[in-house]
T-cell receptor
Framework: DAKTTQPTSMDCAEGRAANLPCNHS???????VYWYRQIHSQGPQYIIH???NNETNEMASLIITEDRKSSTLILPHATLRDTAVYYC???????????FGAGTILRVKS | DAGVIQSPRHEVTEMGQEVTLRCKPI?????LFWYRQTMMRGLELLIY????????DSGMPEDRFSAKMPNASFSTLKIQPSEPRDSAVYFC?????????????????FGSGTQLSVL
């Protein structure tokens, strides 16, 4: 898997947008960027993924730079329940084999 | 669908005992994964199956660990004999990826995990 780099932790005020960055400078042309999160004591949960274009779903938005070397996950209106570890993953090769790094601990504070 | 179901939710055992963790994937999913999570090492992929066949077991730490998938709706992860350093949360996940989808569908659905404590 292409290596990703994320900040160790971030804080966000409740109701504000949370912007979580991820660097993936070694990403190749056909590799997707995936985001998962893990809330305390639960299994990881899929959030969103993208290739080139920006993506949005009911949970978040994903902004991928034009050179695809970095991306930002945006939670538009963070709530206390969004406090979790957020993982940015670039899987490579056939086989659906996701390798999780350390992720970013997001703390949403009231 | 009830999602990926794991049992037991918690397991406490003594060193040297055999431990069996169970997983029922989401119906129709072709891939099944076993992960282990500890504070020190984070989430580690242990093994995964495609259509009940083990594809990659390079993450299995030792011969004490074994995994089986006798049919599409059931998998086990067994540790025999267990050791205190095996204490961790073990997650099972399944995925509907098809060969045609390649990595445009790396959506894994995780169970709630089994918290294993080996004393």
């Amino acid at each position: 898997d292409a290596k990703t780099t994320q900040p160790t932790s971030m804080d966000c005020a409740e109701g504000r947008a949370a912007n979580l960055p991820c660097n993936h400078s070694t990403i190749s042309g056909n590799e997707y960027v995936y985001w998962y999160r893990q809330i305390h004591s639960q299994g990881p949960q899929y959030i969103i993924h993208g290739l080139k274009n920006n993506e949005t779903n009911e949970m978040a938005s994903l902004i991928i730079t034009e050179d695809r070397k970095s991306s930002t996950l945006i939670l538009p209106h963070a709530t206390l329940r969004d406090t979790a570890v957020y993982y940015c993953i670039v899987p490579s090769g056939y086989g659906n084999k996701l390798v999780f790094g350390a992720g970013t601990i997001l703390r949403v504070k009231s | 669908d009830a999602g990926v179901i794991q049992s037991p939710r918690h397991e406490v055992t003594e060193m040297g005992q055999e431990v069996t963790l169970r997983c029922k994937p989401i119906s129709g999913h072709d891939y099944l994964f076993w992960y282990r999570q500890t504070m020190m090492r984070g989430l580690e992929l242990l093994i995964y199956f495609n259509n009940n066949v083990p594809i990659d077991d390079s993450g299995m730490p030792e011969d004490r660990f074994s995994a089986k998938m006798p049919n599409a709706s059931f998998s086990t992860l067994k540790i025999q004999p267990s050791e205190p350093r095996d204490s961790a949360v073990y997650f099972c996940a399944s995925s509907p990826l098809s060969e045609a989808a390649m990595n445009d569908n790396e959506k894994l659905f995780f169970g709630s995990g089994t918290q294993l404590s080996v004393l």
